[in-house]
């Protein structure tokens, strides 16, 4: 049975995470990067990001197959209980099931931290290609997330026009008032026992 660790992000993976996105940044269009970033960029965006939210790397069989993240919705104030999540997952280990588990971690850690609603932000084709399917709005689909917006040809890759789609989710009730967010770094003390140890999900 493949033994599957979920854990936070540490510099040292910064090389296999940059390995896994290159293959979406220059054979799809699922990012509209057109350029793979340097280690050092790929690595203080990972840092900028980890100061509020969590980033999250999966292993398997003691492998990195994946990374999750959370940023920041708009970033202003009024937003703090909203983030923009990302996922990325080696080619090779798609329809695994694996990017199930990465998000519902991901999913649950947001929640200690308070936030609300939660935001994907996703290339969509008019017609399906070899660089872009409709994949991903149906995996977020699949884990409770809803259409809320669409910008038409607004990104251009590989000589193509594609579409943008917005999808949400709210894990969260909504009241007033509303407690402040709390830094994901603040909420590890309660959550480090899972975090130190490599159990099998």
Same mark, same amino acid.
């Given at each position: ?30 990012? +509209? ?7 050092? =960029? +790929? ?6 990001? @980890?100061?509020?939210? $969590?980033y999250l790397v999966? &292993?398997?069989?003691?492998?990195? &197959? ?24 080696? $080619? ?6 694996? #990017?199930r588990k ?6 649950? =850690?947001?929640?200690?931290? #308070? ?28 884990? #409770?997330?809803?259409?809320? #917006? ?9 000589? =193509? ?8 989710? @709210? ?8 407690? @402040?967010?709390? $830094?994901? =770094?603040?909420?590890? @003390? ?12």
């Amino acid at each position: 049975m493949d033994r599957i660790v979920i854990r936070n992000a540490e510099r040292a993976d910064v090389h296999r995470l940059l390995e896994i996105y290159a293959y979406y940044v220059r054979r799809t269009a699922i990012t +509209f990067d057109i350029e793979v970033p340097d280690a050092d =960029r +790929f690595a203080a965006h990972m840092e900028q990001i @980890q100061k509020c939210y $969590p980033y999250l790397v999966l &292993e398997r069989n003691g492998r990195i &197959e994946g990374y999750a993240y959370a940023g920041p919705f708009v970033g202003r104030a009024a937003y703090d209980w909203s983030c923009e999540l990302t996922i990325y997952l080696d $080619p090779e280990v798609r329809r695994k099931g694996l #990017g199930r588990k990465l998000y519902g971690e991901l999913e649950k =850690r947001l929640a200690r931290m #308070g936030i609300l609603n939660l935001y994907a932000c996703i290339g969509y084709p008019e017609t399906e290609d070899e660089y872009l399917t409709r994949n991903s709005a149906e995996f977020h689909a699949h884990l #409770g997330f809803a259409l809320c #917006g669409r910008f038409n040809r607004c990104g251009y890759k590989f000589g =193509r026009w594609y579409d943008m789609v917005w999808m949400e989710k @709210q894990i969260g009730e909504h009241r007033s008032p509303m407690p @402040q967010i709390i $830094p994901y =770094r603040e909420t590890e @003390q309660d959550i480090g026992v899972a975090l130190s140890r490599s159990d099998s999900l």
